[in-house]
């Protein structure tokens, strides 16, 4: 039997390239190798954005393209809409006994994003949506999580709830899941700032054609003290030479060294750039096509999903209540 993935991302909204180097590269590499389960977890997106619930409602179906535009094949992978999983909301209760307030309040993630979102207070589904995450992750025994690295502490909580119940009950029901990181570091906004985010007003979004995805190219910001084209440049302070990196690895070397004797400019450069990421993103644009004119198969591939994640989160629910001694 294969070993089981499960990732997913919040609907709150249009995926990004960020998400893409983050994690939708691992899913796509990895989909022949593991069972996976991708989550549209419409009931985290609800978390921030409860009072918006048409924009995670038209999300669940965006995010969905968005995983199979990049090459996720609906035939062997499982895609699962959160709220429909009953498993997940009951795993959630149980988990939430075996975790202490102060443990998700010294969550740095939830910290950061809590400044983000200015709550000096918290809801309660805020606060511990981290335990949900458990649940997310334990109702099909996922062994491999591949996420990008503000998950670290979400990870680390779950694998300490996995190991606290079966330590507790005496059990070897739950897998402690491994946190796959991507090999690729946060990917950098265009307009310079330390994060690509949808809320950030700086993102690449997979669904962006290939004027559009120009236009944000050329106007990155790059090294500041370059004004005419024959300046030294300073790749390590670009924006554009980070996506280099990144999204044109062959030539990055020679494009460092070029910029630094002031041999290339930044235009030329930054049409390098576009073309390459058009060049990756081309393809998602080919099947991206094929599944908004195939909306009815997409919500097929949503409900057969979740039907089956709602068959092995039923069976998981049971063995945890055995073990809790809650079943009669
Ligand atoms: N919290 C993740 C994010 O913000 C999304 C997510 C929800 C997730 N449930 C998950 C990721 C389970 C991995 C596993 O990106």
Redesign the pocket.
Known sequence: MKKRI?????TTGKLHLG?YV??LQSRVALQHEYDTFI?L?DV?ALTTHFENPSLIHQSILDVAIDNLSVGLDPNIVTVVQ?SAVPAIAELTIFYSMLTTVNTLRHNPTIKSEAANYGYDDMTYGFLG??V??TA??TFCK?HL????E??IP??EL?RKIVRRFNDLYQAEVLIE?QIMLSNCPRLVGLDGNAKMGKSLGNAVYLSDDADTVSKKVMSAVTDPSRIAKTDPGHPEICTVCAYHKVFNAPEYEDICTQCRAGAIGCVACKRNLAKKLNDLMDPFRERRAYYESHLDEVKQIIATGTEKACAVGNETVREVKSAMSVLL
């Open positions: 499960l990732t997913g991302d919040r998400h983050g994690s989550l977890a985290q959160q949506y981290p949900s995450q997310d992750i996922a999580v591949p996420v990008g503000d998950q979400h990870l779950s899941p």
